[in-house]
């Protein structure tokens, strides 16, 4: 069972409908139990870093995430904000994140007259930057839908999956084991975040 967790923040439905798409059902749920029992799990989201991770506390799904990805191995995907509650925490906000891979999210920061806008928002081209399970069959160009005005800053370089160029590279997608994050939306980039997805729940 793919497990998609519900904790208030928005987007479990396109998320589903993209599974469905690659005919892979799934759960959105909010309950521990649920993701003790699930194959891999999905935490998507949109909005603010506190207010999210707040929301998992809340829910009790901290110390359950921690739980499956640490002593079950089950694989995990953050999506968005989703990705980016992985981290240790954010420029955003004030509380931690859930610690699961290195990093602090940061926000975007430009020269004067660069002409560029936060968010940075629309398609943009990402470079992978290992081999992974994850992007196989991927090939050419790659494109994904962005949305975001913050991004990860990696502590370990063999952490970051992609990386995309906006004013300067950042790090587009991350892994760690079992742990998966991308700070565009697959469930919103066509064929080319249907394929990741696909590769997510067949391949990992």
Not at 122 to 151: A, C, N, P, T
Request: charge should be negative; include cysteine; glycine fraction near 12%.
């Amino acid at each position: 069972m793919i497990a998609v967790i519900n904790y208030g923040m928005g987007n479990t439905g396109s998320i589903v409908n993209m599974l469905h798409k690659i005919g892979e059902e799934a759960m959105v749920t909010d309950r521990a139990d649920d993701l003790e029992e699930a194959s891999k799990i999905i935490l998507p989201g949109v909005g603010a870093f506190d207010h999210g991770i707040e929301n998992l506390y809340e829910k009790d799904l901290v110390s359950a995430i921690r739980k499956v990805t640490a002593e079950k191995g089950t694989p995990f995907l953050g999506i968005c904000l989703g990705m980016q509650l992985l981290g240790n925490g954010s420029e955003e906000g004030n509380a931690q994140g859930l610690g699961l891979i290195p990093f602090k999210s940061v926000r975007f920061g430009f020269n004067e007259g660069s002409g560029l806008k936060i968010p940075h928002m629309g398609w943009d081209v990402v470079k992978f930057e290992m081999e992974d399970k994850i992007l196989e069959g991927l090939e050419g160009i790659q494109r994904y839908y962005f949305v975001h005005s913050y991004h990860a800053v990696c502590e370990n370089p063999q952490n970051v999956l992609m990386t995309c160029d906006y004013g300067y590279q950042f790090a587009a997608a991350v892994k760690k084991n079992n742990i998966y994050g991308f700070q565009f939306h697959p469930e919103k980039s066509h064929k080319f975040g249907m394929k990741l997805l696909e590769n997510f729940v067949r391949r990992i």
